[in-house]
Each structure stands twice: as C-alpha cells, then as structure tokens.
C-alpha cells in the first residue's frame, strides 16, 4: 500500500499533475484574444508609429502630442486595473503600451538633445578655459 502523498508528490515533480491545456482556441473570441497575445509588442509599435505619423502629419505640436499621450496613458492604466482578466483588457493593454511608446519617444528625444547639449557647453567651456589660461591645444 502506497501513501497518497507520496504518490501526489511524485506526480507533481513528474509534471503529471499540472492542468492539461487545450490544443486549439474554442470560438472566435478565444482565437482573438490568442491572436493579440502572440503578437502583442509588434501591434503596440505600430500602433504608436500611426500615431506618430499622423501628428506629424497633422503638423501638431510634439509636446502637445506627448501630453495627450500621457493623459490617455494614465486613464488607459486606470481602466486597465479596474478590468477583469479577456479580450477587452488585452486591448486596453495594448493601446497603454502604445502610449508609453509614444510619451517615451519625445521623452528620449529631449533627453538625449539635453545631453548633448550639455557635453558641448562643457566642451566650449573647456576650451574658452584654455584659451583664456595661455595653454595651447
């Protein structure tokens, strides 16, 4: 006679266990919240690309864009907590990273110019400095 514990211990660590999966998506709302999981980052970057493109094209301002980006970002977070687990939450999920993508673009833009701005002032500082001190290059 063998103990039930053992035996459950055994089939756990045998992986014997674990809930069977199904094979195939039942109905076409399973298939679509498949669809949107695998491909899921690839969605948001276009997604933010359109959106780019189109204030580019709409000749708006960037900051404003970035503004109104981070203001659908935070209600689409808001809404996003609030939902239960399916397809409509992916979605949601999905236009927030879209706009992350979108307020973290200008964002790096602006960091990066900042940057370079500064190591050029300091560079021209540097050299004003020598220039002004006698020594040569």
Known sequence: MSDP????????I?????PGRRATPQGPKDRA???LRSKFLPLALSLALAEVVVLIWKHQNGLLGAMAAGLALALAVMLWVRLRRGLFRDIVGLFAVAQAFVVAIPLAVFVSFTLGLLVALAVIAGLVGMIFFG???
Do not use: F
């Open 5 to 12: 514990d053992i035996d459950r211990l055994l089939r756990e």
């Open 33 to 35: 919240h498949l669809a």
């Open 135 to 137: 020594r040569r290059l």
């Open 14 to 18: 045998d992986g014997r266990n674990k």
